[in-house]
Structures are given as structure tokens and as C-alpha cells.
């Protein structure tokens, strides 16, 4: 399935950005006008209907991708500098950011680019010559739906600014903000107008189109979003409205074609990216098996999940336990390509999860790195295996030494000892763009025959066992959670770090890694560089891969799910009522799927809650949807910043200034189109 587009012509954004006339996705079937007038196109559905496709444009380029997706969770309790890094310190750290920030400015025109595209196509509709009625109101509420959408995600970031819904050929140049009061309004009102006329059943059975359940979640986000500027609508505040959208949805889950996946590891197994029952709004991922597949196309296949991952080559150097030789950081065809490693948990994120009944830990963050072969890819492509995929069994095979356990404190009394691979991928080529898909099972424990056999495919391959057994000898390197004494380690064939030994004891908010450098207490000292990777965005399956760049995936992202309408409704209990057993109540729908064995759900493993503090909705937004373009939001709307950075992120709080960051600055890129910039104002930077 594709989104149908024009291609060819050009247009302009709101105040003159310029974006070609295409979909990221392209997914539809193109419809090319060729040498039609775009008067001659749009007058008609078929055009119109393409048109609209382009208001998708902002989900999957540069407002889901990387800069959105960092925007919106650092710079929180959640996130940190890795190690001695300090890139993205403007939005990690609130240090240096100006309106020449580009992944904020990227925010901004993206979201922007979109809208403009939303009020062409509602502003059309009514004029068109032919077209079923009810497909014309069901892709303007389409529309109005993601309108609101960029418009909630603008005035989350920045505030104030210009509420235009109509298109107009002759641009403003001495645009004037809107009140953000106005603002929401409109955008609730564009939800309630989508709601009501979307169907449950996405248009010509279209998974990437909106329907009604994205509609009224969204309904819920932007009234708890809107109640902490303290809004109010009917005599009701925002946090009534947001509880009563969150409550209809949980109520009515069947009714609307919502979901909530009965085990969290469901929600990001690989089987269920494409078509994830539990997703309400999804930015549907570019797919190298359609037709229309284009490996050139701009801004549609994010890099996010690599800055959330170490740098194996920087943590374990020359080929050792980590066979380097063979699948380095730049081509490795099991996790990617691992070069960014800007952004990594703090202590508090971390200790959120209690792993030994919270299975959310292992399905959130890999903790246990391994080696690969390519035993699958090597059977089916003979001599034209790519580099990537070209390892045999043995090669990917390590044989304990002396100095290797002298170099990584691990008992000599293993040398010798052999660490087989984890996984072993495949090499299919999905499309005549040579997108290869490496493709994961996994090797049994005590399987050492090499045999493709043997291999078992399991719903995740990203995820590790947890606990990780003393005995394991699938991975070289394992961070464990629960501290592990040195006679613990001294059982173990495998580099052991305790994560609390990651962090800079200094620091006692959390916030610091160690750096690399000698003193820090580790063996060696490059085992500073390492940290929990957090996976939801690795996507590890067929068709989810981009070939030879490793850098960048191309699976389904979620923009919002089911889970974070029972958050909603938690947090909006506590403001309204403060009836902390009834937000438990909430809180414990989540918590008991995410319980790694169903007889351990009780409060005396602290999975179920009997009453709940505001504290508890925090510490579950964290758990169940760390990295999930919620959290700044989230600070944002409990005026939460102040108490939470100075708690558990001193390295943000030391440059976090209340009177300015709780909004972006304007980008210089839009600033510089306008007469009247100085009137308009950046934000305060």
C-alpha cells in the first residue's frame, strides 16, 4: 500500500520554506498529472486525493525522525549525556540553545511545510468536480485531524504563534501570534470535527490513514496538555475533558477498533510493527517490498534508535571479545550502525524498573551484547553475501585468552572458554534498489553445531534473557542492573559491568556518567563508554532494514498508543480528584500485563499499587513510555521541570532557566522571512 502523490511540482510553505510536492512514505498509488495544470489536478478527486497525502508528510520526516524525537524526550528526568559528550547539549542541557538550533528549527518547518498543506487541501474540498461524498468528508477530517496535530506539537514547543487555517497565495510577511488559548481551541476543534467524521475502518482499508481512535486519544493528549496552561471549556476544566476523552476511549476500546496488548512484549515485537493493534496514530515506515518504493526519498527513513545505543568500537577497541574484524560499529547487520551515542538513561529512568518482575526492562532497553553470523546469509547468497552478513559460525565465535580475561577482569580460569553468536541474520534483497534485509533468529542455548537447523525465530531478537544466567556464553558483554559482587562476576565467562558503576558517584542526582578515562574504577577503563541501549526504535525485522545504511530503519513508528491514554486518565484523576486508588487503578492495567510472571502481580512486589501519588504517574510514563515523544510534554504540562531536573538531572538543571525553556525559540530560518522579526520575537533567546 502507498499514498498516492504528486510529483514534479513545487510550493511553498507558510512563510516561504520550500518543500518538493511529495510524500515521505509514498504509499498510495501515484497519480502523476504530468503536463496537467495543478488547477486542472486539484479541481478533480484523483488529484485532490493525492494532494492529501502530502499532509502526511510531517509524521515520517523530520518531525517523527531524529529531531522531533529528541526534542521532545531530553532535556527531562529521563535522559543525559553519555559518558564526557556533550553533543545536543542545547536541548540535553539547555546550554548555548539560539534560534540557530537546527533540530528545533527542523521541528518548526516540518510542522509548518504540513499545515500548509492541510488548509490547501480542506480549502479545496468543497469546489471539487466529482468524488464520493463520503470519502471527500472522510480524508478533510483526515486532515483536520493531523492540522491539529502539527498545531498541538507547535504550541507545545514554542508557545505562542500565528493560528492560520486558511491558504492564502499572497503569504503574510509580518505574521502575529495567537494566543495560545486561541490555539487550543482550534485544535480541539479540528479533533471534535475528526472524530466525528472519521470512520473505525481506515479509508480504502489504509493502515497509515487516521480513523476515529487517533481522533479521540489525541482528544485526551491535548486537554491534558492544554489543562496545564489551565484552560477550561463548557465550565469544565481541561483536565475533566482530557479524563472523559481517556475514559470514552477505555470504555469503548471495541467500539473504536483500540486495543491494548494483553503481555507489553507484544507491542514492540517485530511481527507487529506493520499492524500494531495497540498503536491509536502511527508514522507508517517507507516498505522496500512496495512498488513504489524509492531509496532516494528524502526525510522518510529516521536514524533515531543509533543515538540511543553506545559505541561498541569505542568501549571494547581492538577485535577481542567483540569481534570488530567482522561486524564493526559501521556495518554490523544485528544492531546496526552504532556511531552516534548521544543520548543515554539516567539513574533515575534506570532505577524505575524493578527487572525482577517488570519485564518492560528487557523489551525497553538491551543490556547484553553479542556477536552474529551470517551462517543463513551466507547459505543463500554464496559468494554474493554482502560484507555485512559474510560471517561464518567460527568467525563470529570467540575463544576466551589470557589477556583477554586480564584485560576485562574476567576470571582467568576461563581462558579458553568459548562465546558462541546470539543471532544469525540472513541477506534477502527486498527490492530492485539492493535494500538488504538482514534478517535475525536466534542460535538455541547449548546449540553450538553452526546448523540453520538449529535456529529459532523469536518475536524480538533485540531482546535478551533477563536475568542474563552466570552461565551464558551467547554474549561478550552483559550490564547488570542488580549489583553483582566481585565473587558474582568471578562466575561469569563474560565482561560484567554493574551499571551503578557507570555513574559518576558525585553526582548523586544520577546524571553523570564517567568519562573515559583512567581512575574511573572500571576493567578497562573504555567500559565507561558503555550504557543501556534503549531498542523500541531498532527495528530488527524483513522489510524494516535500508540495505547498505545502517544508519537509518524503516519500521513503523508509533505517535501515540493505547497505554498512554490509561496514563492520561491516571494523571488526570490526580488533578481533579487526587483519588490516588482510583489513578491506581489505571496505573495497575498497565503494570499487571507488564509482569513478568502473573502470580507476582500483589503489592508486595510493588507491581500493584493500592493508591498512587502524582510521583507514580511519573515514574510509570517513564516505564512505559520512555523515549516515546511524551516526556517533555509531560514536564511541561506539571510545571515539573524546576523539582524533577534538580532531583534527577543536575546536569540540566545547572542551565535550566524557568523563565525561558519551558518554550523553544523561534527559529532564525522563519525569523529571517519576515518585516517584522523584532516585533515577532524569538522566545526570549
Not at 510524500?23 to 494532494?51: H, M, R, T
Not at 498543506?117 to 480524508?139: E, V
Not at 514547543?157 to 493560528?163: D, I, N, S, T
Not at 496552561?229 to 469544565?236: A, I
Amino acid at each position: 500500500m502507498k499514498i498516492k502523490n504528486i510529483k514534479g511540482l513545487i510550493y511553498k510553505s507558510l512563510f516561504g520554506l520550500t518543500i518538493a510536492l511529495s510524500v515521505a512514505s509514498c504509499k498510495l498509488d501515484e497519480y502523476n498529472p504530468i503536463s496537467l495544470s495543478e488547477q486542472d489536478v486539484l479541481s478533480k478527486f484523483d488529484g485532490w486525493k493525492a494532494y492529501q497525502s502530502n499532509c502526511y508528510t510531517g509524521l515520517w520526516g523530520t518531525l517523527i525522525s531524529m529531531p522531533y524525537g529528541l526534542c521532545s524526550e531530553v532535556g527531562t528526568d529521563l535522559w543525559t549525556f553519555p559518558s564526557n559528550s556533550t553533543t545536543y547539549k542545547e536541548i540535553i542541557g539547555y546550554q548555548d540553545l539560539t534560534v540557530s538550533f537546527n533540530l528545533v528549527g527542523n521541528v518548526w518547518n516540518y510542522a509548518w511545510g504540513s499545515i500548509k498543506d492541510c488548509n490547501k487541501t480542506i480549502q479545496l474540498a468543497p469546489n471539487l468536480k466529482d468524488g464520493k461524498a463520503s470519502d471527500i468528508a472522510t480524508l478533510v477530517a483526515e486532515t483536520k485531524l493531523l492540522r491539529a496535530y502539527y498545531y498541538s506539537v507547535l504550541v507545545t514547543q514554542f508557545g505562542e504563534l500565528p493560528l492560520i487555517t486558511t491558504d492564502d497565495p499572497t503569504k503574510n510577511l509580518s505574521p502575529t501570534r495567537n494566543s495560545v488559548p486561541e490555539i487550543y481551541t482550534q485544535i480541539i476543534s479540528d479533533l471534535r470535527e475528526a472524530f466525528n467524521n472519521l470512520p473505525v475502518t481506515p479509508l480504502d482499508n489504509n493502515l497509515q490513514r487516521v480513523t476515529k481512535k487517533a481522533a479521540l486519544g489525541l482528544l485526551a493528549r491535548v486537554y491534558a496538555q492544554g489543562a496545564g496552561e489551565g484552560l477550561s471549556e463548557g465550565g469544565k476544566s481541561y483536565w475533566v475533558r482530557a479524563k472523559e476523552c481517556a475514559d470514552s476511549l477505555i470504555n469503548n476500546m471495541g467500539t473504536y477498533g483500540a486495543a491494548l496488548y494483553p503481555d507489553f512484549a507484544n507491542v514492540f515485537a517485530s511481527a507487529n510493527n506493520r499492524n500494531n493493534q495497540e498503536v491509536l496514530f502511527t508514522a507508517y515506515g517507507l516498505d522496500p517490498y512496495s512498488p513504489s518504493y524509492d531509496v532516494s526519498t528524502a526525510n522518510s527513513k529516521p536514524n533515531l534508535y543509533l543515538h540511543y545505543y553506545p559505541k561498541f568500537d569505542d568501549a571494547f577497541g581492538t577485535a577481542d571479545v567483540f569481534k570488530r574484524s567482522v561486524n564493526s560499529n559501521t556495518s554490523n547487520a544485528y544492531y546496526g550502525r552504532l556511531n552516534q551515542a548521544f543520548v543515554a538513561p539516567t539513574k533515575y529512568l534506570i532505577n524505575c524498573f524493578n527487572a525482577t518482575y517488570d519485564k518492560r526492562w528487557e523489551n525497553t532497553f538491551q543490556t547484553a551484547f553479542t556477536n552474529y553470523s551470517g551462517v543463513q546469509a551466507i547459505a543463500s547468497n554464496g559468494s554474493g553475501v554482502p560484507s555485512p552478513a559474510n560471517v561464518k559460525y567460527t568467525d563470529a565465535t570467540v575463544t576466551l585468552t589470557a589477556a583477554m580475561c586480564t584485560k576485562y577482569g574476567i576470571n582467568p580460569a576461563f581462558a579458553g572458554k568459548k562465546i558462541y553468536p546470539y543471532a544469525d541474520v540472513n541477506a534477502k534483497n527486498a527490492s530492485k534498489n539492493a535494500t538488504w534485509q538482514y534478517i535475525p533468529q536466534i542460535w538455541p542455548r547449548g546449540v553450538y553445531t553452526g546448523a540453520i537447523s538449529s535456529l529459532v525465530t523469536v518475536a524480538n531478537a533485540n531482546v535478551h534473557p533477563y536475568p542474563l544466567d552466570p552461565t551464558e556464553d551467547r554474549f561478550f558483554a552483559y550490564l547488570s542492573k542488580d549489583p553483582l559482587t566481585a565473587a558474582d562476576k568471578a562466575t561469569r565467562a563474560y565482561v560484567t559491568v554493574n551499571i551503578d558503576d557507570l555513574f559518576d558517584p558525585s553526582d548523586p542526582t544520577g546524571s553523570t556518567y564517567k568519562a573515559n578515562a583512567a581512575g574511573n574504577g572500571l576493567t578497562p577503563s573504555s567500559l565507561a563508554m558503555l550504557f543501556p541501549a534503549m531498542q523500541k526504535f531498532n527495528h530488527n525485522f524483513d522489510g524494516g532494514w535500508l540495505g547498505g545504511n545502517f544508519q537509518q530503519k524503516l519500521g513503523n513508528i508509533m505517535i501515540m498508543r493505547m497505554a498512554e491514554v490509561y496514563l492520561i486518565a491516571a494523571e488526570a484523576t490526580m488533578h481533579t480528584s487526587g483519588d490516588g486508588a482510583a489513578a491506581a487503578n489505571y496505573l495497575n492495567v498497565l503494570r499487571k500485563r507488564a509482569c513478568r510472571n502473573p502470580g507476582d502481580f500483589n503489592v508486595g512486589t510493588g507491581m500493584q499499587l493500592s493508591t498512587a501519588t502524582m510521583n507514580d504517574v511519573f515514574d510509570e510514563y517513564a516505564r512505559e513510555l520512555c523515549g516515546e515523544f511524551t516526556r517533555w510534554a509531560l514536564l511541561k504540562r506539571n510545571k515539573a521541570f524546576e523539582s524533577r531536573l534538580q532531583t534527577y538531572n543536575k546536569r540540566a538543571a545547572a542551565n535550566f532557566n524557568p523563565a525561558k525553556n519551558y518554550v523553544r525559540p523561534i527559529p532564525f530560518s522563519f525569523l529571517n522571512q519576515i518585516n517584522n522579526a523584532t516585533d515577532f520575537g524569538t522566545n526570549g533567546y
